[in-house]
């Protein structure tokens, strides 16, 4: 939507005061153009994982590992993968309520994109008893960037340039081919 494409440039370029008014915008845009509680799910719904990311957090699992997803995006994008993945935590950005009608009532933001990921993983490490160094992260986005240098090991899958950069690894692989167990050669 052209609409959220411009949001998305304006939000690139520093002319929102904060991520939270950006979102304000998204929301507006959404109420705007009469989103459902029907078509956004069925939005969330038709998103596809990698190949192969089921079978990584599997094998997480199996070694006893805790797993976290702290998402810039919709929470019932976050909620969907949490249950299909068995993560252990989740945290996102934007969650829609709904009325009776199924259209958008209310929201809430959770500042979990850019330096709010880092707050939610510091709160995850705290109840776990971790230090940073016994952590690892996989992203792809420059919003993941200040988490990626707060842990010890950090992988780009598909990473945006700035995120390569501070990452310990990155996993670059063709569209359309990408296969997430390729993550494993560095959790372990």
């Known amino acids: 939507m052209k609409e959220e494409h411009e949001t998305q440039e304006k939000w690139t370029s520093g002319k929102y005061a904060g991520y939270v008014e950006w979102m304000e915008d998204t929301i507006r845009i959404h109420k705007k ?3 459902t509680r029907q078509f956004f799910m069925n939005v969330i719904n038709s998103i596809e994982y990698h190949k192969g990311v089921r079978e990584v957090f599997a094998e997480l699992r199996k070694r ?3 797993t976290a ?3 810039g995006g919709f929470k019932a994008n976050a909620d969907r993968a949490q249950v299909d993945l068995k993560i252990d935590h989740s945290f996102a950005a934007c969650e829609y309520f709904f009325d009776d009608k199924g259209h958008i009532a209310h929201w809430n933001f959770l500042p979990s994109d850019y330096e709010g990921k880092v707050d939610f993983m510091t709160l995850i490490m705290r109840q776990h008893g971790l230090l940073p ?3 690892a ?3 792809d986005g420059k919003n993941d960037v200040f988490l990626a240098k707060e842990v010890g090991v950090s992988i780009a899958f598909n990473g945006a340039e700035e995120l390569q950069r501070v990452s310990t690894h990155s996993i670059n692989q063709e569209s359309g081919k990408e296969d997430f167990r390729e993550v494993l050669k560095y959790l372990v």
């Open 33 to 35: 153009y009469g989103l």
């Open 64 to 66: 006893g590992i805790r």
């Open 69 to 71: 997803l702290v998402s």
């Open 133 to 135: 160094e016994e952590c």
């Open 137 to 139: 992260f996989v992203g």
